[in-house]
Every structure is written in structure tokens, then in C-alpha cells.
């Protein structure tokens, strides 16, 4: 479903590279609908018989991306958390990657939140796939006692909705990275969360 055409040259990677870029940047910045395969070739400098070497339509680059962006995500988080000794220290350093990643790639939010109208089970597929992932490593940190019996999905969600609204207020509206300080605040709210207990 997500796989484009597989080069068989390094000047073939090099040149998928180029149309996937391209394609970011004017989803990014154009919306899906506005961009055109012309668009697109024309920003990767390739002919336009190019571009179908690789994928069949718009759409197949559009799948394509938020599935490479996806993948390349969880496999930068994976490489920053490996040396981690707790899964504290993994949720933190795992933010910090995701927040880092973002900044770099400011255009996912725009291209994986349009996806829901293009179509509805790439967008779905996107968090639920992250869901999956999460709902393995909280089942763990569950085992070995280091987070609460609380129902993993629900958990994973109420992580992931925490990243991708810190990152839409600082990274996005406000174009800055997120501070240290921020993160800090954030892990101590998943740590402790909000409420204070009643005193009799």
C-alpha cells in the first residue's frame, strides 16, 4: 500500500529522495490538493515520466511519506532511548527526539492532519501504528513495575495527544523550540499528573 517502486541504483535512492522532499514541502505548504505531480517534479528538478517510476499517482507519494516520515520517526526515538535505564528516562528522551524531529520536519503536522481528507485510513493507520508501538512498551514498563495498571491504549493516546499539542503551540503557532524547561513541566505532570490529594 505505502511501498513506492524500488530503486535499484544509489542514483535511484538519491533520486526518490528528491521526489519525497519535494512532495513534503508542497504538501507542506500548498495542501495535497493544490500540488500537482508537475508541481512536484518540477521542485525535484526530474522529467515528469520520472515521477512514475517510483509511484503510480499523487496519492501513492502522499501514502508514501506519511508512512517514510512515520518510520523514520519511531526509528530516531528507538536510536536516542537505546541506552536508556527507566522508562521515565525513555518518555523524556523520547519527547525531546520527537520535539527535535518536528522542528526539522515542520511540514508532518500539516501533511499527516490534511490526510484525514485525502484518505481517512492513512490517517488512522498513521496513529495507530504509533499506538501499537507505544502499547508494547507501556505493557513492559507495567510488568516491571514502573508505570501504573492503566489501560495501555488509552495511555498511549493520552502520550502522544500531550507530544503532538506541546510541539502544535511551540514548533508551529509559535516557531520556536520547545524549551527544556517545558519538558520538565510536562514529565512532571506524567509522573505525579495534576491533583493534589485531599487532606483531612
Given amino acids: 500500500m505505502y511501498l513506492a517502486n524500488e530503486p535499484k541504483t544509489q542514483r535511484g535512492y538519491e533520486t526518490l529522495e528528491k521526489i ?13 490538493y493544490n500540488t500537482s505531480i508537475t508541481d512536484i517534479t518540477s521542485q525535484a528538478e526530474i522529467a515528469p515520466g520520472t515521477f512514475y517510476i517510483y509511484f503510480n499517482d499523487k496519492k501513492s507519494v502522499f501514502q ?10 519511531r526509528k530516531k526515538i528507538k536510536s536516542e532511548t537505546l541506552n536508556c535505564e527507566s522508562r521515565y528516562e525513555e518518555e523524556y528522551q523520547g519527547m525531546k527526539t520527537f520535539f527535535k ?20 485510513d492513512i490517517f488512522k493507520d498513521y496513529y495507530e501504528s504509533f499506538s501499537e508501538r507505544y502499547v508494547t512498551n507501556i505493557k513492559s514498563a507495567q510488568d516491571k513495575g514502573e508505570m501504573k495498571e492503566l489501560d ?40 505525579s499528573g495534576i491533583f493534589l490529594e485531599k487532606k483531612d
Fill in 20 to 32: 519525497c522532499s519535494s512532495a513534503e514541502e508542497l504538501f507542506s505548504q500548498k495542501g495535497y
Fill in 64 to 73: 508514501y511519506l506519511i508512512h517514510d516520515l512515520g518510520h523514520k520517526l
Fill in 101 to 120: 524531529f518536528v522542528k526539522e520536519h515542520k511540514g508532518l503536522y500539516k501533511i499527516i492532519w490534511e490526510s484525514q481528507f485525502v484518505d481517512i
Fill in 152 to 191: 495501555p491504549k488509552a495511555l498511549s493516546y493520552c502520550l502522544m495527544g500531550i507530544s503532538n499539542f506541546i510541539g502544535l503551540k511551540w514548533i508551529i503557532f509559535d516557531d520556536k523550540e520547545v524549551p527544556d524547561e517545558v519538558i520538565d513541566q510536562i514529565m512532571k505532570f506524567i509522573k
